[in-house]
């Protein structure tokens, strides 16, 4: 029971964070952008082919901290940085080291690791200003993927 609750509120908080950006900077509260391959259909976006992810768009502003949490009731999914891209690439970018968290920021690069279901993934730092495009290295051609916009 604790454990619905808990990823009730989740869900609640992702509603409100989700598609706005974020004027805070940094300081409190932070964006959660919500993993499903079931839920999040594939649509357009500028990048390409998006999914898997909501919003597929996220725009925040410099400093605005980032999590990303797998609502999906099964294992697993994972948000890794496709370095330097601006489209996605048709082919999985991604190698086995997806599978393990790594990276605090967007511009060093980073991946939630494998997350289980109502996992979230470590806090990821909205740094520098730019357009990062990541995606799922279990799910990459599904399509899932989404972007990143920090102004
Ligand atoms: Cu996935």
Redesign the pocket.
């Known amino acids: 029971m604790r454990k619905y609750l808990g990823a009730l509120a989740l869900l609640l908080t992702a509603c409100t964070a989700g598609g706005i950006p974020s004027s805070s900077g940094g300081g409190g509260g932070g964006v959660t952008i919500n993993i499903s ?1 079931s839920q999040f259909g594939p649509h357009s976006t500028p990048y390409g082919q998006s999914g ?1 992810f909501s919003p597929s768009v996220t725009t925040v502003s410099v400093g605005t901290q980032l999590h990303f949490t797998n609502i999906d009731n099964f294992c697993c ?2 948000a890794t940085l496709i370095p330097n891209a601006t489209s996605f690439p048709s082919g999985s970018p991604f190698t086995q080291k997806a599978t393990q968290p790594s990276g605090s920021t967007l511009s060093g690069g980073f991946s939630s690791g494998a997350l289980q279901p109502n996992a979230s993934s470590q806090t990821i730092t909205a740094d520098q200003p730019g357009t990062y495009l990541y995606g ?1 290295y ?2 990459y051609g599904a399509p ?1 993927r989404a972007a990143i916009v920090v102004q």
Request: glycine content about 12%; some cysteine.
């Open positions: 391959l898997g999914h994972t799922c279990f799910h899932m």
